[in-house]
């Protein structure tokens, strides 16, 4: 029997590919003692959310270390389905175990269309199995290599970085090629991108997740602390210029701690290494890797976020430090970093300069009055620009589209 055609968003079937927080993902508390690893990508968990918010039927595909069979969990509208994640080595075959596996479960489970995130196993996948896809790209994979291979002569162990990495760009240029539907959480990436069979990129930013977000800690509240959240610590990250800024602002000495949240920014991790061997390490708090409810808790907490990245596709965590109130300093030519906070949302500079971000964390610090309308401005443009159920419409609106375009066919009017 011929599936029915959906009349509108909310009879959708769709399936969601892509990295995901599986313990933010509503399958109830005694699913959760059973979920494996997955990956810390709180931004599709929420998309999930969103789409079983507007009436949808959703099922969630992702991978995970761990295991060694798929797994599938489901509570009413969600289906959750876990295929095992063969590690780096399985880009020596462009990720075939991975995504023969997704294939499989999509053409078990018929959806109307798949909606893949980023332009690499999940979206090979979505687009191997035939099913109408869009493909959300969150970088410049070509970029992300040329500027990885440039850092090898001072890193050898780069090379295997490297390796990886190019086979992942060969696999983004592919998916380009294949793909139709596509689009990017920022104009910066859209206008980076170039894509073949499709007439444009929908630029649909990220968004905010209220359900996830603690409450906003007044500036009376506010620790002494400056908070650092990056999944990295050298090249595009950027983390020593950091370290060295606050190290050089003379705030250690007037009792301002400087913590770093993430990977590779652990204790006796890289990153405290190279602090501790620089004599840098004063009063930094090494943190490393922890959950993302205690990561936006130190936001909410800190009375402002350095985010020295050279590069942002989007910049997620600066987002949400603008909801919850806590002023950013980032870079005035990082990606989609100025558009977040053009207008006085936040701080910019040459973060490439330890010396222009230490001038900017003493006058963000000794300026009550500057910290007020910053965080001010920031909140309140969070809320209106980047609410999630604007923003998860405007993505149900787009597979709606391609959905009817499909049914129609390829260039009919």
Not at 81 to 87: D, K
Not at 391 to 407: G, K, S, T
Request: net charge neutral.
């Amino acid at each position: 029997m011929m599936k029915a055609a959906p009349h509108n968003a909310t009879d959708l079937h769709v399936a969601v590919l892509g990295p995901m927080s599986l313990d933010l993902l509503e399958l109830g508390p005694q699913r959760h003692a059973s979920l494996p690893v997955g990956y810390p990508a709180p931004i599709i968990s929420s998309i999930v959310s969103g789409y079983l918010d507007e009436g949808m039927r959703v099922t969630a595909i992702t991978t995970s270390a761990g295991i060694d069979e798929t797994l599938v969990f489901a509570n009413g509208s969600l289906t959750v389905i876990v295929v095992p994640r063969t590690g780096p080595r399985s880009a020596l075959r462009m990720f075939a175990t991975e995504r023969s596996a997704i294939v499989y479960a999509l053409r078990g489970v018929q959806p109307d269309v798949v909606h893949a995130h980023w332009t690499y196993e999940f979206a090979a996948a979505a687009l191997d199995s035939g099913v109408p896809a869009l493909i959300t790209v969150h970088d410049d994979a070509t970029k992300v290599l040329r500027y990885c291979a440039t850092r090898t002569w001072q890193d050898p162990d780069l090379l295997d970085r490297v390796s990886y990495l190019t086979l992942r760009a060969l696999l983004d240029s592919r998916i380009r090629y294949r793909g139709r539907y596509f689009s990017a959480p920022s104009g910066y990436i859209a206008n980076r991108i170039q894509v073949s069979n499709t007439r444009q990129v929908r630029v649909i930013p990220n968004f905010l997740n209220p359900d996830n977000l603690p409450f906003a800690v007044p500036q009376v509240d506010r620790e002494k602390t400056i908070v650092t959240v990056s999944n990295g610590f050298r090249g595009r990250k950027n983390v020593p210029a950091a370290i060295r800024a606050f190290a050089e602002s003379g705030l250690s000495e007037l009792g301002w701690r400087y913590e770093l949240v993430g990977a590779q920014l652990e204790p006796s991790g890289p990153a405290e290494d190279w602090a501790s061997h620089h004599g840098l390490d004063a009063r930094v708090e090494f943190v490393g890797t922890t959950t993302y409810s205690d990561t936006l808790n130190r936001i909410a907490r800190a009375s402002f976020m350095l985010h020295p990245a050279l590069e942002e596709s989007f910049g997620m965590t600066v987002l949400e430090a603008m909801a919850l109130g806590t002023p950013v300093i980032g870079g005035s030519s990082a990606g989609n970093i100025p558009a977040l906070l053009d207008g006085d949302a936040g701080i910019l500079c040459n973060v490439r300069s330890p010396e222009a971000i230490g001038a900017e964390i003493r006058r963000l610090a000794g300026d009550s009055m500057l910290w007020k309308s910053v965080s001010d401005t920031a909140a309140e443009r969070a809320t209106k620009r980047y609410g999630r159920d604007r923003i998860v419409r405007i993505y149900a609106e787009y597979l709606m589209d391609i959905v009817c375009e499909e049914q129609r066919g390829p260039g009919t009017p």
